[in-house]
């Protein structure tokens, strides 16, 4: 059973525009969700992350926007630049239980010039 | 430099050949853990430890150990490879109190 969940495998976006990735998760015990975005031939590197007690964190061109009812959360990366072209994960995390951490599949983005 | 090391980076082995795969990192991180890598599979998380001595299955144990007999160090041991364990294995440790992760550089293992 999958308990976070890209449904995207890929996604094309114009150069200067926003990039929206999405993510559900099906566990309501998880209190952190984090994106992680990774290049080829490197480990992933953290991005951005938002307590389940939040709806919104901003770090710069990254938002990440959390729905806890639909279980849904975003990341949007505006505006896009050609360095944001990676496969993006995301990411949760139960630190008040076992400290478990689920991932997603992933999404690989292209920025098109 | 703050950083997580793996060795060895890549490696090509037969089934059924112990092996060990190291992960050290220098930050004082109390949490460590080990993910694989599969193509449309994602990163999955094989074991994590909380601190020294302290271990835990993630969600793809099987076929794996773990130690973590002291802080900077948590290897990933393979007592009897298969050829099903041929992946990029990343080992990543956490800050305590913090969400984030630092990951590795990764493992790529083949199994023959």
């Known amino acids: 059973d999958q308990q976070v969940k890209q449904n995207s495998p890929s996604l094309s976006v114009q150069e200067g525009r926003i990039s929206i990735l999405n993510c559900d998760y099906t566990n309501s015990m998880f209190d952190y969700f984090l994106w992680y975005k990774k290049y080829p031939a490197e480990g992933p590197t953290f991005l951005i992350s938002?307590?389940?007690?939040?709806d919104k964190n901003e770090d710069g061109r990254f938002t990440v926007f959390l729905n806890k009812s639909a279980k849904h959360l975003s990341l949007h990366i505006v505006p896009s630049q050609p360095g944001d072209s990676a496969v993006y994960f995301c990411a949760a995390r139960r630190m008040n239980r076992d400290d478990k951490i689920i991932f997603g599949k992933g999404t690989r983005l292209h920025i098109l010039p | 430099e703050a950083q997580v090391t793996q060795n060895p980076r890549y490696l090509i082995t037969v089934t059924g050949k112990k092996l060990t795969v190291t992960c050290s990192q220098n930050m004082n991180h109390e949490y460590m853990s080990w993910y694989r890598q599969d193509p449309g599979l994602g990163l999955r998380q094989i074991y994590y430890?909380?601190?020294?001595?302290?271990?835990d299955k993630g969600d793809v144990p099987e076929g794996y150990k773990v130690s973590r007999k002291e802080k900077r160090n948590f290897p990933l041991i393979l007592e009897s490879p298969s050829p099903n364990q041929t992946s990029l294995y990343f080992c990543?440790?956490?800050?305590?109190?913090?969400?984030?992760?630092?990951f590795g550089p990764g493992t790529r293992l083949l199994v023959l």
């Open positions: 938002i307590s389940s007690i939040k």
């Open positions: 990543a440790s956490s800050p305590p109190f913090q969400e984030t992760q630092y």
């Open positions: 430890s909380m601190n020294v001595e302290v271990t």
